[in-house]
């Protein structure tokens, strides 16, 4: 019964490059949130998905970043040219209805941006 | 803006010792979750509180709910090693999906 499952957990990119960020939510779960957290802060909401469909992309910057959850497969949060100011923890979270605190966090990926 | 603020924002203790945060705001929540995360991994929940002045048990652990449903408390007897992480306080503000976090109290217990 695999949990909430991100990939990579490390990912280096060099300015102006691209970056893909997985999430794999856990079995039944058709509801998946993306956080950004900087070193020693709380998490800050970008996106809720549901399968197809973004709900609510209130926390993602307008630029550059983008997320989807397709019909198959993981849910994708794209950065489009990185910038040192993306470097960051990036979580995925799952749940099966809509949240009411009942997520369950991916182990995350650690983006650094050269 | 609702805030939720945590305090302290760092705690060391000797193991053995008690200890309380807290996770304070000027707005009303319909629930608050409280989570531990350990380094380089996600947020792990520990237990949800929904009514004002509520306290929830979890082994060594003990949470309390507001009267007011504006504030929370950690409380935990005997700290161990193992209790060493971040706590983080999140709120649900009404019927709202939306989480509201706290930046987290940094917790490290000496053995």
């Known amino acids: 019964n695999a949990g909430v499952m991100q990939n990579p957990r490390h990912l280096v990119r060099r300015r102006g490059q691209e970056a893909r960020l997985r999430c794999s939510p856990m079995?039944?779960?058709?509801?998946v949130y993306w956080y950004r957290q900087l070193p020693e802060e709380g998490l800050k909401f970008m996106v809720y998905l549901q399968k197809e469909n973004i709900i609510d992309e209130s926390g993602m910057p307008k630029e550059r970043f983008s997320a989807e959850f397709p019909k198959e497969g993981p849910s994708i949060l794209r950065i489009q040219q990185v910038v040192r100011g993306d470097s960051a923890a990036y979580f995925c979270?799952?749940?099966?209805?809509?949240?009411?605190?009942?997520?369950?966090f991916g182990s995350g990926t650690q983006l650094s941006v050269l | 803006t609702q805030l939720l603020e945590q305090s302290p924002q760092f705690l060391s203790i000797q193991e053995g010792e008690n200890l309380t945060v807290y996770c304070n705001s000027s707005s009303v929540f319909s629930s608050l979750q409280w989570y531990r995360q350990e380094p380089g991994e996600g947020p792990v929940l520990l237990v949800t509180?929904?009514?004002g002045g509520e306290v929830k048990k979890l082994k060594r652990l003990t949470f309390q709910f507001g009267d007011a449903r504006k504030d929370s408390s950690l409380h935990i007897t005997a700290a161990q090693p193992g209790d060493t992480g971040l706590y983080l306080c999140?709120?649900?503000?009404?019927?709202?999906?939306?989480?509201?976090w706290g930046a987290g109290t940094k917790l490290i217990i000496k053995p």
């Open positions: 509180v929904v009514t």
């Open positions: 079995k039944g779960h058709s509801h």
């Open positions: 999140a709120g649900t503000p009404g019927s709202n999906y939306q989480l509201i």
């Open positions: 979270a799952s749940s099966r209805g809509t949240a009411q605190g009942k997520l369950f």
